[in-house]
T-cell receptor
């Protein structure tokens, strides 16, 4: 069985500060890992994905994440937060059988203060 | 290139009623998955349709049913609505064998059960 744990339901940073959103996964098979962003009253937009190529994955809007198998982690970072980054962020895992079923974490709300 | 579209945007029903939600996948995609996102939670997988058949199912009662049409569009039906069915229902599409687990999400249908 697969699962995702996002540490911290709310994260608050100042504009220009480092953003770090934590995600740990559990999977008995090699996983695919994803970060999605959800703005208020909208669907989910893919930020980036890990599919067993490079362990450091770069995504849209300046975000990146590093897959660390030894730590079963896939934390999301951005060097400098922008006000427009305020949103809900979800980490998700899928198995490499490509069934397409995504298991999501509970989400982390990112607040960016001016 | 149209993305994933869903209708209606919002829906209000009363307990015991039945509801049908609709989804058109992204152009070129053949697989549709449905997720339920309760307020403050991550999306939960309901089921997935491919080649007009339900291929996978999450932990949802059989009040939740679906259908996929030859043009790959899909419907989600919920019978005997409960208050707890109030949620954002997300449709996601992908291309079997190619998407490497990545799914493209629609904007969702907000269902309120009174």
């Amino acid at each position: 069985a697969q699962s995702v744990t996002q540490l911290g339901s709310h994260v608050s940073v100042s504009e220009g500060a480092l953003v770090l959103l934590r995600c740990n996964y559990s999977s008995s098979v090699p996983p695919y890992l994803f970060w999605y962003v959800q703005y208020p009253n909208q669907g989910l937009q893919l930020l980036l994905k890990y599919t067993s190529a490079a362990t450091l994955v770069k995504g849209i809007n300046g975000f990146e994440a590093e897959f660390k198998k030894s730590e079963t982690s896939f934390h999301l970072t951005k060097p400098s937060a922008h006000m427009s980054d305020a949103a809900e962020y979800f980490c998700a895992v899928s198995d490499q059988s490509n069934t397409g079923k995504l298991i999501f974490g509970q989400g982390t709300t990112l607040q960016v203060k001016p | 290139d149209a993305g994933v579209t869903q209708s209606p945007t919002h829906l209000i029903k009363t307990r015991g009623q039945q509801v049908t939600l609709r989804c058109s996948p992204k152009s070129g995609h053949d697989t549709v998955s449905w997720y339920q996102q309760a307020l403050g939670q991550g999306p939960q997988f309901i089921f997935q349709y491919y080649e007009e058949e339900e291929r996978q199912r999450g932990n949802f009662p059989d009040r939740f049913s679906g259908h996929q049409f030859p043009n790959y569009s899909s419907e989600l039906n919920v019978n005997a609505l409960l208050l707890g069915d109030s949620a954002l229902y997300l449709c996601a599409s992908s291309l079997k064998g190619v998407s490497l687990g990545e799914q493209f999400f629609g904007p969702g249908t907000r269902l309120t059960v009174l």
